[in-house]
C-alpha cells in the first residue's frame, strides 16, 4: 500500500514542487527575506529531488535510515546556510512545512476515493516531515551551542588582563567564575606576566568573583605556589566580608597566603616589600 | 505587610560545568528575592557550588531541587541535590574534613554543612546519592 503512495506522489513531483513554490510565494513571511526567487526555486527544486530521490516504503517509518543520509544531512546544511543569511528559525520551519502542505493537497487529489487509505497515508507523510522540521530545528540549536562555548572559550581570554602598575609590580583582576579552565589561563598569563617584565609582586585581586568555593580556594592556592616557584611573591585582594566569613567556615586554611581585603592595601604592602614610598609633594614657599 | 509567599519549586539539570553557574545565579536570584542577606546569599551558594560540583564530578550530574520553605515565621531556600551515580561507600568518612578520593581539597561535603542550617545526606551504593540543605533567610 505505502508503495504505491510514494510511487504516485513521485510521478506528481512536478506538481508538488509547483505547489510547494506557490505556498511559498503566498506565506507574507517567506517573502520578507532576501533570498531572490530564482535561488529559491532551485533550492526547493534540489530539496524535493532529493526527497523523492532517497524516500521508500521502508524508510519512510525509519528516519535513522542511512538511505536517508544525504537528505538529513541536505536539511543540516540548507539550516546553517539560511541561518547565516538571516532567517529565523520559524522562517526555515514554515519553508520545510509548507512543503507537507503541497505533499497532502497532491495526495488528497490522488486517492480521494479511499478516505482509510488517504488517513494512513497523511500521517506517514506528516511524520516524515516533521521529522526533517525537528531536524532542521536541531541543527539550528546545535549550530547556536558551537557559538557559545566558542564566546566562552574567547571570554576567559578576554577578561584575564595582567596589568603593570609599577616597576617590578604586577596586578590581575578576576572577574567572574574561576573555574579550571579559566584558572588555566590566569596562572599562565601571570606566570608569562612575571617572566615577561621581570616582576617580582604579583596581585590577584578576586572582587569580581561571585564566590569562593573550595575548588576556587584550591586554584588560587595553585596559583601562588606556581608563583612562588618563581620567585615571585603572589598577594591575593579584594577578598570581602562574606567570602572571607564562607571561607572561614568551609574550612579552608588560606593563612599561608598574603591576603588583602583591598587592591590599595596589597598595592600598599607591595610598595613597603619594594621598599617603595608614596608621599605628598610638599610645595615649597616661593619668597618673594 | 510581608509580600504574599513565593512559590517557587523548580528543578534544574546539572550536567555538565557551564550549568553549575546558571544554577548558582539562579539560586543566587531566589534568595535575593525573599530578601536573604549577603552573607547568608554567599554561604548558600557558595554550598550549592560544592554540592552541584560533587554530584557533577562523582555522581555523573544530576538534578537539583529549589524550593522555598516557610515553617512558622521562619523562610528559606532548601535544596536537594540527586544524582543517580555510584554513590558514597562510607557517608561517615565522606563527612570528615580532608577526606577525598578524588585530588581536591576534601572541604566540599563538611563545608557544605557548615555554610547552612539543615543538611542531610543518604546514599546507596550502586543506586546514587541525595543531599538536602536548607538555608533560612535569617540562619
Known amino acids: 500500500m505505502e508503495r504505491d503512495i510514494i510511487d504516485l506522489l513521485r510521478s506528481k513531483k512536478d ?39 532517497s524516500i521508500t516504503e521502508h524508510n519512510i517509518q525509519d528516519f535513522t535510515s542511512w538511505e536517508l543520509e544525504a537528505l538529513t544531512d541536505y536539511v543540516s546544511s540548507l539550516t546553517i546556510s539560511r541561518a547565516r543569511q538571516g532567517f529565523s528559525p520559524r ?34 507523510i506528516s511524520k516524515f516531515i516533521d521529522n526533517i522540521g525537528i531536524l532542521s530545528f536541531e541543527t539550528f540549536i546545535t549550530g547556536r551551542e558551537d557559538i557559545i562555548s566558542q564566546q566562552s572559550d574567547e571570554m576567559a581570554e578576554l577578561s584575564t588582563p595582567v596589568i603593570r602598575v609599577w616597576n617590578g609590580i604586577l596586578a590581575m583582576p578576576i572577574i567572574g567564575t574561576l573555574d579550571s579552565a579559566r584558572t588555566q589561563v590566569v596562572m599562565e598569563n ?42 615571585a611573591e603572589c598577594i591575593i585582594s579584594g577578598i570581602r566580608p562574606e567570602i572571607a566569613q564562607t571561607v572561614v567556615h568551609l574550612g579552608i586554611d588560606l593563612s599561608q597566603m598574603i591576603t588583602k581585603a583591598t587592591l590599595e592595601s596589597a598595592l600598599k604592602y607591595a610598595f613597603n616589600t619594594l621598599q617603595l614610598e608614596v608621599r605628598r609633594v610638599q610645595k615649597e614657599k616661593v619668597n618673594g | 505587610m510581608t509580600p504574599p509567599l513565593m512559590m517557587i519549586k523548580e528543578n534544574m539539570a546539572i550536567q555538565q560545568e557551564r550549568d553549575l553557574i546558571f544554577c548558582r545565579n539562579r539560586v543566587k536570584e531566589v534568595a535575593g528575592k525573599i530578601g536573604m542577606g549577603l552573607v547568608n546569599q554567599t554561604k548558600l551558594i557558595t554550598a550549592t557550588s560544592e554540592l552541584a560540583r560533587n554530584m557533577l564530578i562523582y555522581g555523573g550530574g544530576g538534578i537539583m531541587r529549589l ?62 546519592t541525595t543531599v538536602k540543605i536548607l538555608k533560612w533567610k535569617n540562619g
Open chain 1, 190 to 231: 601571570l606566570l608569562q606576566g612575571i617572566v615577561d617584565t621581570g616582576s617580582s609582586i604579583a596581585i590577584l585581586d578576586i572582587s569580581g568573583v561571585p564566590a569562593v568555593d573550595s575548588l576556587v580556594a584550591q586554584h588560587l592556592i595553585k596559583t601562588v605556589n606556581a608563583t612562588r616557584l618563581m620567585g
Open chain 1, 91 to 124: 522562517e526555515t520551519a514554515t519553508y520545510i512545512f509548507t512543503l507537507k502542505d503541497a505533499l497532502l493537497k497532491v495526495l488528497s487529489e490522488q486517492i480521494e476515493s479511499d478516505p482509510v487509505k488517504l488517513y494512513h497515508a497523511s500521517i506517514q
Open chain 1, 15 to 53: 506538481q508538488v514542487l509547483t505547489l510547494w513554490l506557490q505556498a511559498q510565494d503566498s506565506d507574507t513571511e517567506a517573502s520578507s527575506n532576501f533570498n531572490t526567487h530564482d535561488e529559491l526555486q532551485a533550492q526547493s527544486s534540489e530539496f524535493v529531488d532529493l526527497l523523492f530521490g
Open chain 2, 67 to 128: 524550593e522555598i520553605i516557610t515553617r512558622g515565621k521562619l523562610e528559606g531556600i532548601q535544596l536537594t541535590f540527586e544524582d543517580k551515580g555510584p554513590g558514597i561507600a562510607d557517608v561517615d568518612k565522606a563527612m570528615q574534613d580532608g577526606f577525598t578520593t578524588g585530588r581536591t581539597l576534601g572541604m566540599g561535603l563538611p563545608g557544605a554543612k557548615r555554610l547552612v542550617n539543615e543538611f542531610s545526606i543518604q546514599s546507596t551504593p550502586g543506586k546514587g
